[in-house]
T-cell receptor, first 113, second 115 residues
């Protein structure tokens, strides 16, 4: 069974641009969550989607947004990029909410210059 | 709010040494507790979990016991190998609709195992 797939693996963007990251969950998984990992702040929860609806949101500005499609694939978008948005963005999928283990992808490394 | 506190790293051990990585948490109710491991250039892998007080999670020689009285979930392994070198994260998930799949992570502890 294929794991969680995140694309692209690496991205370099310039301040002020926007970026879209993609996540394909494990087949059959309906919940997708996004996390930001930085050396300074560690792992922080961004948002969670289940059945195409955002179910939970972390403390990030509105520049960070996401969506989930009917096939459970998810995208997150960051607009007006800032240097501080440079991070590893991790996607995790699970069968259900709140009880199933989370399976993480290898992440997208975003560098903002 | 919820929080997880882990011991600072890096932790450097010789192969076959005993490992303990401390983890304590603050949360309301009875959260589920997890240990994840991250190898260089990779995402997080679930190492073990415990969902209620006194549960012991175990996997690949690692184990941790959910201690509600001390709000702790310390990770232990009796004999580490070089291949265990990685960053270890303790995390909690709040039960109920408010928790969902939102995990609160500790800062991570880097483990280096030398021959």
């Amino acid at each position: 069974k294929a794991g969680v797939t995140q694309t692209p693996r690496y991205l370099i963007k310039t301040r002020g641009q926007q970026v879209t990251l993609s996540c394909s969950p494990i087949s059959g998984h309906r919940s997708v969550s996004w996390y930001q990992q930085t050396p300074g702040q560690g792992l922080q929860f961004l948002f969670e989607y289940f059945s195409e609806t955002q179910r939970n949101k972390g403390n990030f500005p509105g520049r960070f947004s996401g969506r989930q499609f009917s096939n459970s694939r998810s995208e997150m978008n960051v607009s007006t990029l800032e240097l501080g948005d440079s991070a590893l963005y991790l996607c995790a999928s699970s069968l259900e909410r709140g009880s199933s283990p989370l399976h993480f992808g290898n992440g997208t490394r975003l560098t903002v210059t | 709010g919820n929080s997880v506190t882990q011991m600072e790293g890096p932790v450097t051990l010789s192969e076959e040494a005993f490992l303990t990585i401390n983890c304590t948490y603050t949360a309301t109710g009875y959260p589920s507790l997890f240990w994840y491991v991250q190898y260089p250039g990779e995402g997080l892998q679930l190492l073990l979990k415990a969902t209620k007080a006194d549960d012991k999670g175990s996997n690949k020689g690692f184990e941790a016991t959910y201690r509600k009285e001390t709000t702790s979930f310390h990770l232990e392994k009796g004999s580490v190998q070089v291949s265990d070198s990685a960053v270890y994260f303790c995390a909690l998930r709040q039960l109920g609709a408010g928790g969902g799949n939102k995990l609160t992570f500790g800062t991570g502890t880097q483990l280096k195992v030398e021959l």
